[in-house]
Nanobody
Framework: VQLQASGGGLVQAGGSARLSCSVQ????????MAWYRQVPGNERELVAR???????EYADSVKGRFTISRDNTVRAAHLEMKSLTPEDAGVYYC?????????????WGQGTQVTVSS
């Protein structure tokens, strides 16, 4: 199973960015998808999650600004980020959980850096 993250980079405060995560090697419909963020010295934290049938949840800090979506036809999840602030910066990781098995199986993509200039 491979998760390939793309997007991110350097963005001005107040700007927007879009992250994408494409998945290979597994039935995409089995997966709940999520984005996590990590900054140096901190643990990885959940930013947004979208479940198999579209239910979403967000960290309080991004509600109303970020939107997670999934496109089952192209086996990808996206994170639209708006009104970015320097506090949104970090390495963003794509995460997938195979919820078709009892205990779930987790998969991670490589991180993609988001830098927000003030």
């Amino acid at each position: 199973v491979q998760l390939q993250a793309s997007g991110g980079g350097l963005v001005q405060a107040g700007g927007s960015a879009r992250l994408s995560c494409s998945v290979q090697g597994i039935d995409f419909g089995r997966l709940a998808m999520a984005w996590y963020r990590q900054v140096p010295g901190n643990e990885r934290e959940l930013v947004a999650r979208i479940r198999r049938f579209g239910a979403t949840e967000y960290a309080d800090s991004v509600k109303g600004r970020f939107t997670i979506s999934r496109d089952n036809t192209v086996r990808a999840a996206h994170l639209e980020m708006k009104s970015l602030t320097p506090e949104d910066a970090g390495v963003y990781y794509c995460h997938a959980r195979d919820v078709s098995v009892v205990l779930g199986t987790d998969y991670w993509g490589q991180g993609t850096q988001v830098t927000v200039s003030s």
